[in-house]
């Protein structure tokens, strides 16, 4: 059953990064771009553009609108990420960060497949809601570029040492296991004075009280969460526990499925957290295989037909002449991280050589050398010499270590880089009822 335009926007949100934010669909034909409501460095945003975000949302939320905010509340959170998203796309048009027509093709076919469409048939969905798919590519590109800069602004940024690694997994208040949590987020803006921090805490109270209340955690969010997740019920997935900042990994440790935390004042805010459901780490236990291989590929000496000629020719030596297999394969194999070693692969997971190899490796028996296969390497004959169990319980918690603090560390260093280019931009909202409590004190004190 095909889905709404809605649903197929919550899925681009899924394959791309958080910081890549909001999609509306096109304006429907006919209808004139009215004011401007805000004007975002050397760019503008209409109510066009705003209305259209907007109803994206409600439609999101169709049957379930108890959920969301007042209609200027709901405008104002939709205006902030469309100026969000827009500086992001300034920026990265200024560092020459572009995105090919084949980039957008490649993640249309990723929508349509994760929606059980074909890109035809995805089109054919986008068009009947009245939409443009030229301005459906045109966003999903702004996406991409988006996630492209988060990219670039994290890679130089961010690194992890072992040291890194070892203090984190011998820490005392270091937990496994992975938590499933949603949360809300009122930010304390950069260089706030202590009536803009009293601002920001007493926001805070007004939603742990209204979730007290009986509001639904998910409807507290959009309503007075100002994280890019707001609009999603601020759900954060499933994480790991070492990828909790320190700060609030004691408060979650403590807490049971269903409870909420008071709100905790982090580096850059005030959250409440609310533990959805929890689980442990299991041991990681897997099949190891030990195998050599030699590999004959094409070239523009050696033809298709001369390599599996060749393949066949060495497996016959090595079968039926009980030639060595090591001394063959380091005269005649052209795989370079092999062929040096007699071939020898090592030890490694059924998949870690591709899909061609893995199956091989599973009908072979240990000793036995395969007839020649072909991958599109080349040509192959490979001896499978043993298999193994393997618990790789410490390697992947080690693994796992590096990537939570990786992803702690790039997450904190892209929320300073948003927090940095928005309060280093101009930006005039035109409109006073779509501006926040701290917008029309600045526009009264520029007054």
Known sequence: MKQSIASLLLAIALILPAHAQLLTPAAPAGQSLDRMVAVVDEGVILQSELDEAVAVVQQQYAGHTEQLPPMNVLQQQVLDRLILQRLQIQKADDQGIHVSDADVDQAIAGVAQQNKMTPEQLR???????????TFRQ??????????LHQSVVQDAVS?????IDNLLNSPTYKAGEVHLAHIQISIPGGADAAAIQASQTKADQALAAIKGGMDFNAAAIRYSDAPDALDGGDLGWR???????????????????????ALRGPTGFH?????????????????FHARQILIKPSELVTPAQAEQKAQDL??????????FATLAKENSKDDTTANVGGDMGWFQQQAWGTTVAT???QLKDNEVSHPFQSEAGWHILQRLGSRQSDL???????QARQAIGTRKSEQAYDDYLRDLRSNAYIDILVPELRDKNDQAAASTAQ
């Open 124 to 134: 054919g969905e986008v068009e009947r809601t009245g939409s443009s798919f030229a």
């Open 139 to 148: 966003q999903l590109s702004d996406q991409i570029v988006v996630q492209r």
């Open 160 to 164: 992890v040492t072992d040291s890194e």
């Open 240 to 262: 790991r526990m070492d990828e909790i900042p320190p700060a609030f990994a004691d408060s979650v440790g403590s807490m049971k499925p269903g409870e909420v935390s008071p």
């Open 272 to 288: 409440i957290l609310k533990l959805i459901d929890q689980r442990q780490s299991s041991r990681k236990v897997v099949t190891e």
């Open 315 to 324: 497996y016959n030596r090595i079968v039926n002449k009980h030639q060595d």
């Open 360 to 362: 091989q490796l599973g």
């Open 393 to 399: 319980t410490v390697q992947i918690e080690r693994d």
